[in-house]
């Protein structure tokens, strides 16, 4: 496969990049301190018949901040070592490519309320997106250990093929689960297919182009 970046970014570079998946990890492990069961609740979202016990499941801000913090920066590599190739780790690209991350998933939020207001999807609507999340820190669950790997053994082609064949297993766990839960009727499934669509595939879109566009610049 080649050698990794590990093998060759300099020895300044490699410690900034421990840090920052040591960050990570250590967000992961404080959210399953702070709400036991974040991670075991994610893998359960895709078999269970009702939401009932997820509604009735304990959360917390904080448990809910670091498992957010978790995610994005768990993405935010992935898409760093997608962009950046092989060279050295920049903290400072690093931190840009997490701050269009989390602008881009704030306003995506901010779409999904605009299109639950105005379309009055509250009950339904938020009934199918509800597993977002569980899904969302499944699948960066699994991407952290990958991350380790490709870091180690992995070169910019794999770590894009990696990157993309997880976000095609998130799209369809995400689209899975919401058929089961959500879909009733074509006009809830032309709602489904209307966001996924839009607001999903282009949200992800935005984060790759301007993410590539920017680490060329730093």
Known sequence: MGEGIAHII??????????????????????????????????????AQTDRVYKESPT?????????LFR?????????LSCAGTGDFSITGFWVIFGIVLAVFVVKMLCNICVDYTFHLSRHYGDAYEHYGNIFTLVTTVL??????????????????VLGSLGALFSLLWIYRAFRQYVSSFRALGYLLLHFFTIEILSWGLIYMISNQTISHI
């Not at 421990?18 to 359960?44: D, S, Y």
């Not at 917390?60 to 957010?68: A, R």
């Not at 952290?144 to 894009?160: F, I, K, S, W």
Request: proline share 4%.
């Open 10 to 47: 300099s020895p300044a570079s490699a410690v900034w990049c421990a840090w920052a998946m040591l960050v990570i990890l250590l967000c992961g492990i404080l959210a399953e301190l702070f709400q036991p069961g974040v991670v075991t609740q994610a893998k359960n979202s895709l078999s």
């Open 60 to 68: 917390n801000f904080m448990g809910q901040l670091l498992i957010s």
């Open 144 to 161: 952290y250990p990958a991350m380790l790997v490709l870091l180690r053994y992995g070169t910019q082609e794999a770590n894009r093929w």
């Open 72 to 80: 994005l920066g768990v993405v935010t590599m992935a898409v760093y």
